[in-house]
């Protein structure tokens, strides 16, 4: 069950040993806490004696719901309270979703487990009222809207569908509904992660499911998207023991492949890289990756099949593809969107709260 961040951890008073207990970090959305609460469960069942508490707090994103998700720049703004509370021995693991934990983590730091993946790819979700007219990004006319501000999915789809129109979408995913199916919308599609969507139970919403071959939209997902990663403090031997066993090998090997793509181009979440991992036979990974520039006139693609058994592996194979995206005008394409990012940081008005 989710309780609020500052509630005082309560133990059983008598002759008997209390029971351990685990804080669980988690930010206060719907679904961080539907996820959250999977973990304590799931933790629960490898560790019946052992008593796990969900503890919500509201990041940087979460208190600023208007403006665009590229407008703020930098890293973890979805993660920096939560890790606070963690040094701060606030709290003793966190859940992050993985495509929003930066690729480098405050001293003192260490991801001890990547849970079992959710599916990674898009989805579009037509607006209600329309969904007997279209189905897929391809049957949209000129000048339809698509919400999003992912400006990874703008720059995707752009370079497919240069005709669309986009506007801004945030919130959680039942304020994107309601503004997607409301009246007097301009929206006709949204673009969500399937991963949310499956894990509250919207499956009936999803009308195309976006991949990297022609039929999905040739549309890559955001690195670690779908998957799940618990944070620790590096020097909390009994926590990093006791999530050993929740861990999934294989999401962990693809997701710090991604990662090591990200890290070594120097990309966070508003930079529009795209990628696609698929386990072919026996421990074969094929990694595909793509940085589009933000207008969809430039890419750079990459794509490569190596054997991957440990982390170290991982991260070596995502920095070679990583140098192929460079060979191929990632780098040049990344200084313009960085570039454009600066300036309007600099032009920016401080936020404060509304």
Not at 66 to 92: M, Q, S
Not at 273 to 285: F, H, Y
Request: a negative charge; aromatic letters at 4%; charged letters at 25%.
């Amino acid at each position: 069950m989710s309780t609020p961040a500052t509630q005082p951890i309560i133990t059983p008073s008598g002759a008997e040993t209390p029971r351990p207990i685990v804080r669980i970090g988690s930010r206060k959305s719907q679904l961080a806490l539907v996820q959250a609460d999977w973990v304590a469960a799931s933790l629960k069942k490898l560790h019946p004696d052992v008593d796990f508490e969900v503890r919500g707090m509201l990041s940087t994103a979460d208190k600023d719901k208007i403006t665009a998700l590229y407008k703020f720049g930098g890293k973890g703004l979805w993660t920096n309270e939560l890790e606070a509370a963690l040094v701060a021995d606030e709290l003793d693991v966190i859940v992050h979703c993985a495509k929003d934990t930066p690729t480098s983590l405050p001293q003192g730091c260490a991801l001890a487990c990547f849970t079992e993946r959710e599916d990674p790819r898009d989805v579009v979700v037509v607006k209600s009222g329309l969904e007997g007219k279209y189905r897929t990004l391809a049957d949209l006319p000129e000048g339809a809207v698509v919400g999003t501000s992912s400006v990874r999915r703008m720059a995707q789809i752009r370079r497919r569908y240069p005709k669309l129109r986009f506007q801004d979408m945030r919130g959680n995913i039942d304020t994107r509904l309601q503004k997607l199916d409301a009246a007097d919308s301009e929206y006709s599609v949204l673009i969500l992660a399937a991963a949310g969507l499956h894990r509250t139970g919207r499956h009936a919403r999803i009308s195309q499911y976006l991949e990297g071959g022609a039929e999905g939209g040739g549309m890559l997902y955001a690195v670690g998207q779908g998957g799940l990663v618990l944070e620790v403090r590096a020097d909390d031997a009994r926590m990093l023991e006791l999530l050993k066993p929740f861990e999934d090998h294989r999401t962990m090997l693809a997701i710090e492949t991604e990662r090591s793509i990200m890290r070594t181009l120097e990309g966070g979440c508003s930079i529009p890289i795209g990628v696609e991992t698929a386990w072919l036979e026996g421990n074969q990974l094929r990694l595909t990756g793509c940085v589009v520039s933000v207008e969809g006139t430039e890419a750079a693609d990459a794509e490569s099949v190596e054997e991957v058994t440990t982390r170290e592996q991982a991260v070596a194979f995502g920095k070679r593809v990583a140098q192929m995206l460079v060979d191929n005008g990632a780098q040049a394409i990344l200084d313009v969107i960085n570039a454009g990012r600066e300036a309007s940081r600099d032009q920016a008005e401080p936020w404060v709260a509304a």
